[in-house]
């Protein structure tokens, strides 16, 4: 398994400015990606995370709204950039590992734009 | 379009009661079927998980029920406790490489 650390675990933003949120994986993993979740509702995948490169993203997510790094095979940063009230919203790291067996997540980082 | 449609929205069992979540999907290359237990501010954590060449898994008192011709699988809680009440998400992936996650099932237990 892996143990996938996250932070801030919550903070509360004023609308305008951006927060860069910080996943940290125990274990070394072959992908990594990046969840929103808001309150009550499912899991949205936001980007994929790529090593060296730039992330991919999924469609309605752009990547001046949430840079995305991942310097190394263990470590990643989402940035909400310029936030609204809209971006109120849990913002959940995943990570598979080389063994491939499933997607493990971290336990979220909850932001409130006020 | 959805690629994983989840059902009930919220369920209520009573204590010792069978919880059954169900869920479809529309892609047949989907390759890994996993279930997820999410409780109040924590992220999600692997419930069970089933591949479609078996058509049940069983772990303690979860099981997955699997109809890969109906495109469809489904979660079972026996003998459910208050303990297990959570919101819980099914999921499907190809090769790992995405996953798709169902809308979410809030189970309640009643003791």
């Known amino acids: 398994s892996a143990v996938i650390s996250q932070k801030p675990s919550r903070d509360i933003c004023q609308r305008g400015t951006s927060l860069t949120i910080q996943c940290q994986v125990d274990s070394q993993v072959t992908m990594m990606f990046w969840y929103r979740q808001q309150p009550g509702q499912s899991l949205t995948l936001i980007a994929t995370a790529n090593q060296g490169s730039e992330a991919t993203y999924e469609s309605g997510f752009v990547i001046d709204k949430f840079p995305i790094s991942r310097p190394n095979l263990t470590f990643s940063t989402l940035t909400v950039s310029n936030m609204s009230p809209e971006d109120s919203s849990i913002y959940l790291c995943?990570?598979?590992?080389?063994?491939?067996?499933?997607?493990?997540f971290g336990e979220g980082s909850w932001l409130t734009v006020v | 379009q959805q690629q994983v449609k989840q059902s009930p929205q919220s369920l209520i069992v009573q204590k010792g009661g069978i919880s059954i979540i169900n869920c479809a999907y529309e892609n047949t290359a989907f390759d890994y079927f996993p279930w997820y237990q999410q409780f109040p501010g924590k992220g999600p954590a692997l419930l069970i998980a089933?591949?479609?060449?078996?058509s049940e898994k069983k772990e303690g008192r979860f099981t997955i029920s699997f109809n890969k011709s109906a495109k469809q699988f489904s979660l079972h809680i026996m003998d459910s406790q208050p303990g297990d009440s959570a919101t819980y998400f099914c999921?499907?992936?190809?090769?790992?490489?995405?996953?798709?996650f169902g809308s979410g099932t809030k189970l309640n237990v009643k003791p």
């Open positions: 999921a499907a992936s190809k090769g790992f490489n995405k996953f798709y």
């Open positions: 995943s990570a598979t590992l080389f063994s491939g067996n499933t997607i493990y």
């Open positions: 089933i591949r479609p060449d078996v």
